[in-house]
C-alpha cells in the first residue's frame, strides 16, 4: 500500500496570507491526524478527523482549522499566518480511533513564514 | 496535563557502545507507549509499542524498551548501536480513552565511528 502522502511538501509565505496543506491517508484508514513540529516544542497534537468528524483538538488558536472529506484525505488550513507558525506540519493515519493503533506519518509539509 | 518527559536532549556514543534513552510519562490511568525514530530526512516511523503484557518489548533493527509501571517510565535501550542508528527518537504516550498521542521533545542520536 502507498504511504502517507502530504503536498505540498514545501511553503514559503508572508505574514498575514493563509495556507491549506493536504494529506492523503493509506487507503483504508479513516483516521487521520496532524502534528505542528518546531526544534523548541517538538511534536504538538493539532487535531484528529475520522469519518468527516472532528474527535480531537489540541490547543492551538482558532486560526488552524481542519476538515476531511468523503475519501478520508483531509486538509488543514492555517489564516493570517504569523512568523512563529513556521513549522514542519505532519500527518498521521490509522484504521480506526483505537488509541492502540500505530499512528502512520507522512513526510511533511514545511512552512516557512517570512 | 498529560506530557511525556525524555530527559536527554542529544546523545552521543561511539559504534558498538550500548544505549539507553529515557522517557517518563505522566500519569493518567492505562497508558500505551511508543517509540517512533525520525532517521535524517525520513519519515516518523514506529520502532515499538507496549499495550500489555509482557513489559519488555521488541522492535525492529534491534532496540527494545522496558515498561517500569512503578516509575512510569519507558525507556529504550539497545546493545550496541550502528553509525545507521544516528537519528532522533521520540517516546508518545495514548491513555485510554482515544486520547491523542502525546509526544517528548525527543533525543537526537549520534553514532561517531
Known amino acids: 500500500k502507498a504511504g502517507v502522502t502530504q503536498t505540498p511538501r514545501y511553503l514559503i509565505k508572508t505574514r498575514g496570507q493563509q495556507v491549506t496543506l493536504s494529506c492523503s491517508p493509506i487507503s483504508g484508514h479513516r483516521s487521520v491526524s496532524w502534528y505542528q513540529q518546531t526544534p523548541g516544542q517538538g511534536l504538538q497534537f493539532l487535531f484528529e478527523?475520522?469519518?468527516?468528524?472532528?474527535?480531537n483538538k489540541g490547543n492551538f488558536p482558532g486560526r488552524f482549522s481542519g476538515r476531511q472529506f468523503s475519501n478520508s484525505r483531509s486538509e488543514m488550513n492555517v489564516s493570517t499566518l504569523e512568523l512563529g507558525d513556521s513549522a514542519l506540519y505532519l500527518c498521521a493515519s490509522r484504521e480506526g480511533t483505537s488509541a492502540q493503533e500505530t499512528q502512520y506519518f507522512g513526510p511533511g509539509t514545511r512552512l516557512l513564514v517570512l | 496535563a498529560q506530557s511525556v518527559s525524555q530527559h536527554n536532549h542529544h546523545v552521543i556514543l561511539s559504534e558498538a557502545a550500548s544505549l539507553e534513552l529515557g522517557c517518563n510519562y505522566s500519569?493518567?490511568?492505562?497508558?500505551?507507549l511508543f517509540w517512533y525514530v525520525q532517521y535524517p530526512g525520513q519519515h516518523l516511523q514506529l520502532l515499538l509499542k507496549?499495550?500489555?503484557?509482557?513489559?519488555l518489548v521488541k522492535g525492529i533493527k534491534g532496540f527494545e524498551a522496558e515498561f517500569i509501571k512503578s516509575k512510569f517510565s519507558f525507556n529504550l535501550r539497545k546493545p550496541s548501536v550502528q553509525w545507521s542508528d544516528t537519528a532522533e527518537y521520540f517516546c508518545?504516550?495514548?491513555?485510554?480513552?482515544?486520547?491523542?498521542?502525546?509526544f517528548g521533545k525527543g533525543t537526537r542520536l549520534s553514532v561517531i565511528a
Open positions: 507496549y499495550f500489555s503484557g509482557d513489559p
Open positions: 508518545a504516550v495514548t491513555y485510554s480513552g482515544n486520547t491523542p498521542l502525546v
Open positions: 478527523y475520522f469519518s468527516e468528524t472532528q474527535r
Open positions: 500519569y493518567g490511568g492505562t497508558v500505551n
